[in-house]
């Protein structure tokens, strides 16, 4: 009898073949710690539903028209983004090693077998419930007081417009631009990433929500609930903007708000 699961594996399977997908998701219903949230049939939609879901788990085949298993990967990498545990799946052998360079979790040869399968599903779980387990790392000691900002500009087509850092409700990143949602005022930053912006901000109150997003936590209207064990949060804009709270933050958001 198998082990009851203790965590749940968000996962994407991405695959040009609908009937390749279709026994894949079939073979997968026997995993209860395996919950399917999404599926694509080329390496495009792969990009967009690991960028938008941060999956735990995706399945990817390598031989697909346009861009194939592998350069999505190194795609994803070159985002600079969280890559999740990565499984090839294909009928070519010929690609096994480009996969373990890539550091694939695994590497699946048509037609899938369910024993081979059980096994990469156990390793993948095993890694997952490891960095779920380790405690958060201390604070380093700080060699100086980090200089914080009190006021952010904010380009409005042909105004700047000078905000309290306080009034900002969120900010997002999108093609390498970052934009600021402030009250009164909307526009880009002059910061090149979301990194330094945050850097400048106070972190008692500002929060990275997701890759994507700053958000102010005194700005946060309502807590939606999104796929199994994750959530949404509803800012206090006029637009009532819903930002995705990636899986890594959760822990952090169940902290802020004792949920």
Not at 31 to 43: C, R
Not at 116 to 144: G, N
Not at 206 to 212: E, L, P, Y
């Amino acid at each position: 009898m198998r082990e009851r699961a203790t965590i749940t594996l968000s996962t994407v399977l991405v695959d040009d073949e609908e009937l390749a997908r279709d026994e894949l998701k079939f073979l997968l219903q026997d995993f209860p710690e395996v919950d399917v949230i999404a599926a694509g049939s080329n390496g495009l939609e792969a990009i967009d539903l690991v960028t938008r879901l941060e999956p735990d788990l995706l399945f990817l085949d390598v031989h697909m028209p346009g861009l194939d298993g592998v350069a999505v990967v190194r795609q994803l990498r070159e985002k600079g983004l969280d890559l999740p545990h990565v499984v090839f799946s294909t009928a070519y052998d010929q690609y096994a090693i480009e996969a373990w360079r890539l550091e694939a979790s695994d590497y699946l040869l048509k037609p899938i077998d369910k024993e081979r399968l059980a096994e990469t599903i156990a390793r993948v779980s095993k890694a997952v419930q490891a960095k779920m387990d380790q405690p958060e790392s201390a604070p380093e000691a700080a060699t100086h007081v980090p200089f914080r900002r009190t006021k952010l500009l904010i380009r409005s087509g042909p105004r700047n417009v000078i905000v309290d850092a306080s009034d900002l409700i969120y900010a997002t990143t999108n093609d390498g631009a970052i934009t600021m949602v402030a009250n009164g005022a909307e526009g880009l930053s002059s910061y090149k990433t979301l990194e330094e912006l945050m850097e400048n901000l106070d972190p008692e109150v500002f929060w990275r929500a997701h890759r994507s997003y700053i958000v102010n936590v005194n700005r946060i209207r309502e807590v939606l609930p999104w796929f199994r064990s994750s959530f949404q949060v509803k800012m206090d804009d006029k637009r009532g903007t819903e930002i995705p709270v990636s899986r890594v933050q959760t822990r952090r958001l169940r902290e802020l708000l004792k949920l």
